[in-house]
C-alpha cells in the first residue's frame, strides 16, 4: 500500500504563487508515474500535471506557462510550483500515483486563491 501526503496548500491572492508538495511511500516510487489533480466546488476531478516515471511532464491546457510539475526519486516527492494564480485555479488538489495496475490517492489539499 502506498501513502500519499500533500502539503503546501492556502489562501494566496490573485497573480501569487504557490508550491505543493507531496511526499510518497514506498521502495519504488521512481517508477510510479504520478500527477496531480484538482477537484473544485461543483466539477468533476481534472488532471492538472503529469509527469512519467521517464520524467515526461504533461499540463493541462489551463495552466500551461503557469505550473511547473517536478519529483524527486531520492527524496519520496512530487512538487507543484504554481505562479500566476488565479481564481479559477480555487480547488482541492491531490497527489495520484500509478504503479503496475494499482493506484493511489492523497487526501488533498486546499488552494484558495481570492483577494
Known amino acids: 500500500q502506498v501513502q500519499l501526503v500533500e502539503s503546501g496548500g492556502g489562501l494566496v491572492r490573485p497573480g501569487g504563487s504557490l508550491r505543493l508538495s507531496c511526499r510518497a511511500s514506498?521502495?519504488?516510487?521512481?517508477?510510479?508515474?504520478i500527477a496531480w489533480y484538482r477537484q473544485a466546488p461543483g466539477n468533476q476531478r481534472e488532471m492538472v500535471a503529469t509527469i512519467s516515471s521517464r520524467l515526461i511532464p504533461n499540463y493541462a491546457d489551463s495552466v500551461k506557462g503557469r505550473f511547473t510539475v517536478s519529483r524527486n526519486n531520492r527524496a519520496n516527492t512530487l512538487d507543484l510550483q504554481m505562479n500566476d494564480l488565479k481564481p479559477d485555479d480555487t480547488a482541492v488538489y491531490y497527489c495520484?500515483?500509478?504503479?503496475?495496475?494499482?493506484?493511489?490517492w492523497g487526501q488533498g489539499t486546499q488552494v484558495t486563491v481570492s483577494s
Open positions: 495520484y500515483a500509478r504503479f503496475r495496475g494499482d493506484s493511489w
Open positions: 514506498g521502495r519504488a516510487f521512481s517508477a510510479y508515474d
